[in-house]
């Protein structure tokens, strides 16, 4: 792809983007409320569109999608989402130690755990570990696979068609955070109106949220790879929304928030090294 096509396609894709955005932070007041996330979802759509709309355009462009899957996916998809979940609860672990919140949904005791809330598929209550743990990997799936299903409006566009020019043209890790930065600054809008980091909206959007996607790019960026689909990335982002975000979001807080967004960055980039190392490992077979 020529510079002109790439600073088009990535032209479109924020316009189309922050318009929905600055359209949703002025109509709704709340932006917690149900009908400003059934804007975003549509936001969440909006990649797909345009990259679909781009490739009708530019025909030779479509041999660049990886959306053809390995045998492997099936495997990948629930690493995805074991990955996922299992950073969740490391962030709420953390806090709980260092005694800086608890959960609003988990008591756990040495031999067994008490769920008090939560839309958990196998019940509430008291449960042994085991039980327990598969209780959340069956709530994990299910979730990932229903929001991953809303979530491959972004994938199609950022691993599915993106990754790959973007590797092509700067290299593996340069390409991935680039990738993670454009990813961050599609958020620009909504991030800078208070939607994820309500206290901190500034640092939220130009340094903590750039340096959170980039990590989680190279976590993406290796499930696609290896995969040779952007599906498992689409169930990771189905599962970041759901399982990840519904266990760290229901976590009691003695401190102000910026602790527990600071735990989870640290987690993240911890995770996004692990990937890193992965992914330059020479037996990895990048097409």
């Not at 979802?41 to 679909?52: D, E, G, N, R, W």
């Not at 901190?200 to 976590?219: A, C, D, E, T």
């Not at 992914?279 to 990048?286: A, L, P, V």
């Amino acid at each position: 792809m020529s510079n002109k096509k790439l600073l088009i396609y990535c032209g479109l894709i924020f316009f189309v983007s922050w318009v929905i955005q600055i359209f949703i932070i002025l109509i709704f007041k709340d932006l917690n409320s149900l009908n400003a996330k059934l804007g975003l979802a549509v936001t969440m759509i909006s990649p797909l569109l345009v990259t679909i709309g781009f490739m009708i355009s530019n025909k030779n462009l479509r041999t660049k999608l990886l959306w053809k899957p390995k045998r492997n996916v099936f495997c990948i998809s629930l690493l995805a989402i074991v990955i996922s979940t299992i950073t969740a609860f490391i962030v709420l672990f953390v806090m709980q130690y260092l005694s800086l919140g608890h959960s609003g949904w988990f008591e756990f005791s040495s031999s067994s755990v008490a769920i008090s809330g939560g839309p958990f598929l196998l019940g509430l209550g008291q449960q042994t570990w085991i039980f327990f743990i598969f209780n959340i990997l069956i709530t994990a799936i299910v979730y990932s696979l229903l929001t991953g299903i809303i979530a491959i409006g972004e994938e199609f566009a950022w691993r599915g068609f993106l990754q790959g020019i973007l590797i092509e043209r700067y290299g593996i890790i340069k390409g991935i955070i680039f990738l993670g930065f454009l990813w961050a600054m599609w958020h620009l809008p909504i991030q800078l109106a208070g939607y994820n980091y309500p206290d901190n909206p500034v640092l939220g959007s130009l340094i903590i949220s750039p340096l959170m996607l980039i990590s989680v790019s190279f976590f993406y960026a290796w499930l696609t790879l290896k995969s040779n689909s952007f599906l498992p990335a689409a169930i990771a982002h189905g599962a970041f929304n759901t399982i990840e975000e519904g266990v760290i979001s229901n976590i009691n807080l003695e401190v102000p928030m910026l602790y527990l967004i600071s735990i989870k960055l640290v987690v993240t980039l911890l995770t996004g090294l692990v990937f890193v190392y992965l992914i330059r490992q020479k037996s990895f077979n990048i097409h």
